[in-house]
């Protein structure tokens, strides 16, 4: 297993690491009876190793329903949270602790306790990609998965905050017909995709399909064939008799797309600007050698207050309910 000079600057004081990274991990794992789940957005060789791979709502559930007594996240700072509030006596590691989310990040607590109080009477429907704070003052969590099921499940006289992503909450509001009230929070990965350059593609590529997540920007869905989580995305290309596909969301979906259909051509839908802005930054400070030495160290642990999470517990045992 080779590892990057930066990688082996960063890992200098930890001490040496193993020559086979993915033998070192199986053993600490069955030393540890972890398990280790994976956002289809983390790097490839994360991804081979983990025992499960989902989007939010598929890593929620892996988390709830694990037996395993320690739980290693492999994706962001608030999705180990979400597997910390459902297995609160579980150790909870995640391989870098400042992968956070420009969305979490978007919705500060204090902002957001303000504009709650706001608009009395409101119930909030809150993205999981939201901070443990922020979940704690929702009434139902959704993803991208299940947030039309949910909403539809909602009165129609009930009014409804929807945070804290203006895009998928913009979306929600066509499929259904409701109207919300907005939290103007967004994505910086989905937010950054280009409709010129996706129209460009398509002149380019004119059999090809473009397929987007719910969380870009109008402009980019009105391009596409079909509109989901990553999860329906990876199932829409597979069921597709389409062999090529222009792809609206984080690009590390697209490894798990090209291994469960090698004979379709997969193209990453292009930033704005000529870089790699369609990559999320904070997925990929996590890596296989961080990976190992949370493991190997116990750390970094997820840990917040019980009043949180048990504040925090109870939109999402509604959104698992609900989502039944």
Request: glycine share 2%.
């Amino acid at each position: 297993m080779f590892t990057t000079a930066l990688a082996q600057r960063e890992n200098t004081q930890l001490g040496e690491l193993p020559l086979d990274l993915f033998a070192a991990i199986q053993s600490l794992k069955k030393e540890l009876n972890a398990v280790i789940l994976a956002h289809y957005y983390q790097e490839p060789d994360i991804q081979d190793i983990a025992d499960f791979i989902g989007d939010s709502l598929q890593l929620a559930r892996a988390a709830e329903k694990t037996n395993a007594d320690a739980i290693i996240f492999a994706g962001v700072h608030f999705m180990a949270e979400t597997a910390k509030i459902l297995n609160p006596d579980k150790l909870v590691l995640l391989p870098d602790l400042n992968a956070g989310c420009s969305l979490a990040d978007s919705c500060p607590a204090d902002e957001f306790a303000a504009f709650k109080a706001a608009h009395p009477n409101h119930l909030v429907v809150s993205y999981i990609n939201c901070s443990a704070d922020i979940k704690a003052m929702s009434d139902i969590i959704c993803t991208s998965s299940n947030a039309v099921k949910i909403v539809e499940q909602i009165p129609k006289e009930q009014p409804i905050i929807f945070a804290p992503d203006r895009n998928l909450g913009r979306y929600v509001m066509e499929q259904t017909g409701r109207d919300l009230v907005l939290w103007q929070g967004s994505c910086v990965v989905h937010e950054t995709f280009s409709e010129k350059k996706i129209v460009q593609l398509k002149i380019v590529h004119p059999e090809a399909e473009a397929i987007a997540h719910p969380e870009c920007e109008s402009s980019v869905l009105r391009h596409a064939s079909f509109i989901g989580s990553t999860a329906a995305l990876l199932k829409y290309c597979q069921n597709s008799p389409t062999k090529e596909f222009i792809v609206a969301t984080e690009p590390g979906i697209i490894h798990q797309m090209q291994k469960l259909a090698p004979d379709k051509h997969f193209i990453p839908a292009p930033p704005i600007n000529n870089c790699a802005c369609n990559e999320c930054p904070f997925m990929r400070l996590n890596t296989l050698e961080k990976l190992y030495w949370a493991m190997k160290n116990r750390t970094p642990e997820i840990t917040m207050s019980e009043d949180i999470r048990l504040a925090a517990l109870r939109p999402m045992q509604r959104m698992l309910e609900m989502s039944v």
